[in-house]
């Protein structure tokens, strides 16, 4: 392989077969390389093909900023998460969670703690991306001898549940608020205490996820005029009920009306909930 560009001593550029640009890392890669010499294959430790322009020059950018450490700690941390969530992340985690680990540990250096005002929110709503920020607390600490708190790992598990739904971080927040919002129109309807180790709980989750989701995004909701609705209407009377008031709250605050698929699955998924309806 030949240089393309020199990032730093420990990261390169280079252009592929199929001309296409890669980032290679390895400690000492480039030390004393000019763009056009050769890599010494035996250094090449780690080698990056983002399908995304946008999201390669990031990677760049960040790469010739930060220590190779924080690069090689971020990805064990990512392939920990791949194989414990069982999910695929978008590339994009590769620069959101480098970043913001660099960054944590460099404030925890400084001694300044950012507290996660989401934590409670982030343990109930993403419990399996909450345990892996806690086990990468644990691998930061290994490795650097540094036990970041807690709100570290709810970061992390946000930073995970991003990659999982292709999000920017901003628009998970308001997913998040989203879900909890319509969690407590139901919770206060029933006067009820969710089982949050339910399927019918999870289910539940997973689908206000989604549908916050499409809500955010703006992306047309489905509406298959499907003719169970007046039967689920009619028949699961006190969960339409408090759909109806789900759907004032998104109307008054996100100028979005229902449609009635939206308003069949709601229905369906809080009756299972206000029942704990086990499958």
Do not use: C
């Amino acid at each position: 392989m030949r240089i393309e560009k020199v990032l730093n001593n420990n990261v390169v550029t280079v252009i592929d077969d199929l001309n296409f640009e890669l980032v290679v890392m390895g400690r000492g890669l480039a030390f004393k390389k000019k763009q056009g010499d050769y890599l010494e294959e035996d250094k090449i430790e780690k080698i990056f093909t983002l399908s995304n322009q946008k999201l390669s020059d990031k990677l760049k950018t960040l790469l010739s900023e930060i220590p190779i450490e924080h690069m090689e700690l971020s990805e064990e941390i990512i392939n920990f998460a791949k194989l414990q969530l069982g999910k695929m992340l978008d590339d994009s985690i590769y620069i959101s969670l480098t970043d913001h680990i660099s960054f944590a540990l460099e404030r925890f250096s400084k001694g300044m703690k950012i507290k996660n005002a989401m934590l409670w929110e982030i343990k109930k709503f993403y419990k399996e991306e909450y345990e892996v920020g806690k086990a990468a607390l644990q691998i930061i600490h290994s490795k650097f001898g540094i036990m970041l708190p807690e709100d570290e790992a709810g970061h992390i598990a946000l930073h995970l549940v991003n990659a999982e739904l292709n999000e920017e971080m901003p628009n998970m927040v308001n997913i998040t608020k989203i879900m909890n919002d319509i969690l407590n129109i139901v919770k206060h309807h029933f006067r009820l205490e969710y089982d949050e180790e339910s399927l019918a709980y999870y289910r539940f989750i997973t689908h206000l996820k989604f549908f916050a989701q499409r809500l955010i995004n703006g992306t047309p909701p489905p509406d298959n005029e499907n003719g169970l609705f007046n039967l689920v209407k009619e028949q699961y009377k006190e969960a339409f009920a408090s759909v109806e008031k789900i759907k004032i709250y998104i109307d008054k605050t996100y100028n979005r009306e229902l449609t009635n698929d939206e308003m069949l699955y709601l229905t369906i998924h809080i009756e299972r909930i206000t029942n704990q309806k086990m499958e």
